[in-house]
Nanobody, 117 residues
């Protein structure tokens, strides 16, 4: 059973940085897309970024100047580096794995990121 565990969230001041980590277990090989989504209170979950096995990335346009996604295929991990954080980045951030065979989505439990002074 594939499981995803996020870490690295927390409280940060505006302008600060955080790196989120997602560790996938119960999966073999790199043939899956890894992504990060976020959900602010009272809002729908939205894409932050995702990365294909070959390293191709997609970002939500407003975030691509400040956020960077990368992955470690050997260790089944993905990372989201967030710079110059703003209060509107406050949300629960979820790790996602998408496997195209069978169109299956898997989600982590989420990690809270709060940007506040």
């Amino acid at each position: 059973q594939l499981q995803l565990v996020e870490s690295g969230g927390g409280l940060v001041q505006p302008g600060g940085s955080l790196r989120l980590t997602c560790e996938a277990s119960g999966i073999s090989g790199p043939a899956y897309r890894m992504g990060w989504y976020r959900q602010a209170s009272g809002k729908q979950r939205e894409l932050v970024a995702h990365i294909e096995p070959d390293g191709t990335t997609t970002y939500a346009d407003p975030l691509k100047e400040r956020f960077t996604i990368f992955r470690d295929n050997a260790n089944h991990m993905s990372y989201l580096q967030m710079e110059n954080l703003k209060p509107e980045d406050t949300a629960v951030y979820f790790c996602n794995v998408y496997i195209s065979v069978g169109s299956r989505d898997f989600w982590g439990q989420g990690t809270q990121v709060t940007v506040s002074s």
